[in-house]
């Protein structure tokens, strides 16, 4: 059973920074894929930032060059690193991984940016 547990999230004020935890059950090189997904009061789910098992990053355009996705495989965890945040930027984190064709989620963390 794959477990996905996001850490880090908080109430921030605009441009400050904050790191989101995502610590995996075993081995992240078992997953082709992981990253992170945001989802907004009102609003459906989208994709934050992607990185493969070969360590290829992916980023949703509105957060290219502020945010950075990383992982650490001797810890079994991935990370996203927030900085110059914004208000719109307010939502919850969900941390996802994939490996073949099944997807796996985390619970959420709630990031909440004040003006």
């Known amino acids: 059973q794959v477990q996905l547990v996001e850490s880090g999230g908080g109430l921030v004020q605009a441009g400050g920074s904050l790191r989101l935890s995502c610590a995996a059950s075993?081995?992240?090189?078992?997953?082709?894929?992981m990253g992170w997904y945001r989802q907004a009061p009102g609003a459906q789910r989208e994709l934050v930032a992607t990185?493969?098992?070969?360590?290829?990053?992916n980023y949703a355009d509105s957060v290219k060059g502020r945010f950075t996705i990383s992982g650490d495989s001797a810890k079994n965890t991935m990370y996203l690193q927030m900085n110059s945040l914004k208000p719109e930027d307010t939502a919850v984190y969900y941390c996802?991984?994939?490996?073949?064709?099944?997807?796996?989620w985390g619970q959420g963390t709630q990031v909440t940016v004040s003006s």
């Open positions: 996802h991984a994939k490996r073949n064709y099944i997807n796996f």
């Open positions: 075993g081995s992240i090189f078992r997953f082709n894929v």
């Open positions: 990185i493969t098992s070969g360590g290829t990053p």
